[in-house]
């Protein structure tokens, strides 16, 4: 058995683009490119970025939902890139997602306990009627009533609805969820009561997460291990207190420097990025974030950097830190 739970290995995801005349391919959005990352048993690894960036994809390529155009995936040691039929319905009974939107994602024309069974009696797990009788269980586990069972999404407030989606990944007793932005449609409130329930239940059940998000306060919050992406590629990734004590991709920077800071005597020095996410259907040259880097230079309009341990399990793929490298051994 494999030391990591998950290994992610030159994971790439391209979306063609299609000639309306010809009805042939002339191009791809390159959604992921190259990621690269491993996560062990009981541990979060938040994946942060702007929108755009290639997280929700990334989320579903993990979860299946979309397939692979490149690269591997491990699960427990054993690849599961190109499942079909029996093998990948066993797989997804391991890796489960919560999505972002609590009421698009649940069926209105479905009672509560309906979508939390059916899983349960579809896979073979239990039988129909056992099935049913495991669900106000369930409900309370995620701190909803029994009674609640009977209900339909609309009946529900948004926290409540968000509550539903998780009882409804936890059902089949997964390993690994994958919670894509699962509290950004939210009152910060009941974020902070999502958030408190995930954590516990990560305690309870022996979960592994791996948590998209846009908000640094709440990926601070729950990893272990942060992943900073853009335009589809890792820029750095470290242990949490790690990156955000030694920062040292520049977009990663211009991040932290972004988020609010309650108190207004640590007010912090803005890095105000210019312009907007290239196009992933035709990205710059070289490092993709050069148009926006203050710190650009020459080799960094035309060659990728390269990604590289800068200390013990802190990665960076920035010209900045390889040129040092260079240096140090020359």
Not at 20 to 49: H, Y
Request: proline letters at 5%; hydrophobic letters at 40%.
């Amino acid at each position: 058995m494999s030391e990591y739970l998950l290994e992610v290995k030159d994971l790439k995801k391209v979306f063609p683009i299609y000639s309306p005349i010809l009805k042939r391919a002339i191009g791809g959005v390159r959604a992921v490119e190259n990621v690269s990352f491993n996560l062990s048993a009981g541990e979060t690894i938040g994946i942060v970025g702007e929108s755009g960036c290639g997280k929700t994809t990334l989320g579903r390529v993990i979860t299946h939902i979309y397939s692979p155009t490149d690269g591997r995936m491990l699960f427990d040691g054993k690849d599961v890139v190109g499942l079909g039929g029996a093998a990948l319905k066993e797989h997804r009974k391991n890796v489960q997602m919560i999505f972002q939107d609590p009421y698009s994602s649940l069926n209105p024309k479905m009672r509560v306990n309906e979508m939390i069974a059916e899983p349960l009696w579809v896979n073979n797990l239990m039988s129909k009627k056992e099935a049913f009788e495991r669900v106000p269980e369930l409900l309370e586990i995620v701190g909803l009533r029994a009674t609640d069972a009977q209900k339909f999404p609309h009946q529900f407030s948004g926290g409540q609805r968000q509550r539903v989606g998780i009882a409804r990944a936890i059902a089949m007793n997964p390993r690994l969820i994958v919670a894509d932005e699962a509290v950004s449609a939210l009152d910060v409130s009941i974020q902070a009561q999502i958030l408190n329930l995930m954590m516990d239940l990560k305690k309870r059940l022996g979960l592994s997460y791996i948590f998209i998000s846009h908000n640094l306060a709440v990926i601070k919050f729950v990893s272990d291990k942060v992943c900073v992406m853009y335009l589809g590629r890792v820029v750095e990734m470290a242990p949490k207190n790690r990156l955000f004590t030694n920062t040292l991709h520049p977009y990663t920077k211009a991040l932290l420097s972004a988020a609010p800071v309650a108190d207004r005597q640590h007010q912090k020095n803005r890095i105000i990025m210019q312009g907007d996410i290239p196009n992933p259907a035709n990205p710059p040259s070289g490092c993709v974030f050069h148009e926006r880097c203050s710190e650009c230079f020459d080799l960094c309009r035309t060659t990728v950097p390269p990604t590289v341990e800068f200390e013990d399990n802190h990665i960076v793929a920035c010209h900045l830190y390889t040129s040092r490298e260079y240096n140090h051994g020359s």
